[in-house]
């Protein structure tokens, strides 16, 4: 079995960012623990990262993992209700490992002497809050809708990609509040002066200074710090500074779930981008990161794709990839989706066809959250 890890926010009922859920399937606890390991350099700290295994019972095999202190463990009911699990459990707390409680089951009582920060339970198994040790966060959900009923049977936050299905723009009008954003994108791609762009961003200042602090991100690691728009451009040039200000679009919302959305579209344009690497000209890499951060505004700006898309001077390929799934962007930008989904078959066969091995989409899901999450979204 090849080791896949998949991954998923979590969310607090006001759907802001709580965690990251890591769910590593391998065929043993000695395979998970290396992946994990294998991504230790590139781990994401701005928030806590919940890890879950799939696909085989959990062992001590799992300590050679060192995880950073901002990691939690889930172990599941069946092997926390058990003598061996309780034991198990009590040598990761020894080896001061937070724990979670995985795969709450009736079926199964945890031992009080087992100290869980959270609890995940399926809502559609247990709709009403079940009685859980822990803090009690719902997963299993489908989309928004099931996610306010789980809210409102008590749960206090819910892990899964639900906020990207329901709840759909049908607008086909872009907000004029878009229009200063999308006027100095198009000046950039067109290559306007230095000057008149200047004066674009001179007339709002939150756009500058959000421009810059995306620049000056741990993810962009500039050894010095940018001061300027025109200093932007005396070290990055016209063509870089696209992948940039393309984030201003991202995240121009102020909706309640934008930041976990903001970090959604970020994540896919970075992994796009980090697993394409070697495998399309390094020109092409900018586009393939704006195609995967743009694949998310029509719920981000609750306006359809094409009519934010027609306002802009983009080039072909990213356009066929958003619009149509077509063109050359469109297979990396279907194995970014594919990460998002339970169907792992179907994440490795998009992977295979693509060259890419699973080791490389590994370390580009963690990659991917660790840089959105330098962006500061929240």
Same mark, same amino acid.
């Given at each position: ?17 709580? $965690? ?9 606890c000695?395979?998970a $623990?290396?992946? #994990? ?12 990262v ?7 019972d ?11 202190a ?6 599941? /009911? ?5 003598? &061996? ?15 979670? =409680? ?6 199964? *009582? ?10 995940? &339970? ?6 009403? #809050? ?14 928004? $809708?099931?996610?306010?009923? $789980?809210?409102?049977?008590g749960?206090v936050? +819910? &892990? ?6 329901? !709840?759909? %723009? ?8 878009? +229009? ?13 002066d230095?000057? *008149? ?8 200042? /939150? ?20 001061? /300027?728009?025109?200093? &932007?451009?005396? @070290? @990055?040039?016209?063509?870089?500074? !696209?992948?940039? @200000?393309?984030?201003? =679009? ?29 495998k399309?000209? %390094? ?25 934010? #898309? ?19 962007? +469109? ?8 990460? *998002? ?5 179907? =994440? ?8 890419? %091995?699973?080791?490389?989409? !590994?370390r580009?899901?963690?990659?991917a959250?660790?840089?959105?999450e330098?962006?500061? =979204?929240?």
């Open positions: 079995m090849t080791t896949i890890i998949r991954r998923e926010p979590v969310v607090n009922r006001l759907k802001g960012i709580i $965690a990251s859920r890591v769910i590593v399937h391998a065929d043993s000695a395979a $623990a290396q992946a #994990l390991e294998g991504c230790a350099d590139i781990w994401p700290s701005a928030h806590d919940w890890v879950s295994i799939a696909g085989c959990i062992d001590d095999a799992l300590l050679s993992w060192q995880p950073s901002n990691t939690l463990l889930g172990l599941p /009911s069946r092997l926390l209700g058990t003598a &061996a699990g309780e034991e198990l459990a009590a040598t990761f707390h020894a080896q001061e490992m937070q724990l979670l =409680l995985d795969d709450y089951d009736s079926a199964f *009582e945890v031992p009080a002497s087992i100290k869980l920060r959270f609890a995940l &339970a399926d809502a559609k198994h247990y709709p009403h #809050l079940p009685v859980v040790p822990a803090v009690p966060i719902a997963t299993g959900l489908v989309d928004h $809708a099931d996610f306010l009923d $789980a809210i409102d049977n749960y936050g +819910a &892990a899964g990609w639900f906020l990207l299905h329901g !709840n759909l %723009p049908t607008s086909s009008r872009l907000n004029p509040s878009l +229009a200063q954003i999308i006027h100095i994108l198009n000046q950039v791609r067109q290559n306007a230095i000057f *008149e762009i200047e004066e674009s961003l001179k007339r709002n200042i /939150s756009i500058s200074f959000k421009l810059l602090r995306y620049i000056n991100s741990a993810g962009f690691g500039f050894a010095q710090e940018i001061e /300027s728009f025109r200093h &932007a451009v005396s @070290l @990055l040039g016209y063509d870089k500074l !696209n992948k940039w @200000l393309s984030l201003l =679009l991202v995240t121009a919302t102020r909706d309640p779930a934008a930041p976990v959305l903001m970090q959604a579209a970020i994540a896919r344009g970075r992994f796009m981008e980090l697993t394409a690497e070697g399309v000209e %390094p020109k092409q890499l900018d586009n393939l990161f704006i195609t995967g951060s743009f694949s998310l505004l029509d719920i981000l700006l609750g306006t359809r794709i094409d009519a934010v #898309l027609k306002e802009m001077n983009l080039p072909a390929a990213i356009c066929e990839a958003l619009l149509q799934r077509s063109g050359p962007y +469109a297979p990396w930008l279907e194995l970014a989706t594919a990460c *998002e989904q339970e169907d792992t078959a179907e =994440l490795v066969a998009r992977a295979a066809k693509l060259g890419v %091995p699973m080791e490389k989409v !590994n580009a899901q963690i990659g959250l660790a840089f959105a330098s962006l500061q =979204l929240d």
